[in-house]
T-cell receptor
């Protein structure tokens, strides 16, 4: 089945820890995105990537890092510099048709 | 000024009525426009996309785009209780792949 897979579904982070969220797609899409969603809010763009080995900061990149070493993969690291990381994180990918499709999300909680 | 602004909700409509959702945007370089539906705790799913000025109909949904007024809307005809969700407006720029979302409008359809 073609699609976007995010893992894990739930993630708990201790204060001062870095954690990495996985996003993999087998849709052969060029562009990939990471968004953060807080309760009752819309989607805020963290990072996005048009092609392999290239990515751009979104609107709230501070405290996050990404890599794009393979077309299929776009992992997001939430660093200890992100002081309020508890949120729902969504990964999306976009092909030539321009429509973006989303993974099922990762719910991150600081404990 | 936010890139994408949606009419504030929540919006409550009776079953069978028309729900009207509005979205304005600031970047005239925006090329592609999307409406997503998001149920509570789930990831967004694409309802409609529109690239050209005018109307586009798909079943009970109609998207309208007016690039001169920087305005895009979504009409839901014959609203059903299953349409109760948050609706997100999104746009993609023509010069890169940045995909930005509005804050969303929550719609409740009363049976």
């Amino acid at each position: 089945d073609g699609g976007i897979t995010q893992s894990p579904k739930y993630l708990f982070r201790k204060e001062g820890q870095n954690v990495t969220l996985s996003c993999e797609q087998n849709l052969n899409h060029d562009a990939m995105y990471w968004y953060r969603q807080d309760p009752g809010q819309g989607l805020r763009l963290i990072y996005y990537s048009q092609i392999v080995n290239d990515f751009q900061k979104g609107d709230i990149a501070e405290g996050y890092s990404v890599s794009r070493e393979k077309k299929e993969s776009f992992p997001l690291t939430v660093t200890s510099a992100q002081k309020n990381p508890t949120a729902f994180y969504l990964c999306a990918s976009c092909g030539q048709g321009y429509e973006a499709f989303f993974g099922q999300g990762t719910r991150l909680t600081v404990v | 000024q936010k890139e994408v602004e949606q009419n504030s909700g929540p919006l409550s409509v009776p079953e069978g009525a028309i729900a009207s959702l509005n979205c304005t945007y600031s970047d005239r370089g925006s090329q592609s426009f999307f409406w997503y539906r998001q149920y509570s705790g789930k990831s967004p799913e694409l309802i409609m996309f529109i690239y050209s000025n005018g109307d586009k109909e798909d079943g009970r949904f109609t998207a309208q785009l007016n690039k001169a007024s920087q305005y895009v809307s979504l009409l839901i005809r014959d609203s059903q209780p299953s349409d109760s969700a948050t609706y997100l407006c999104a746009l993609r720029r023509s010069n890169d792949y940045k995909l930005s979302f509005g804050a969303g409008t929550t719609v409740t359809v009363r049976a």
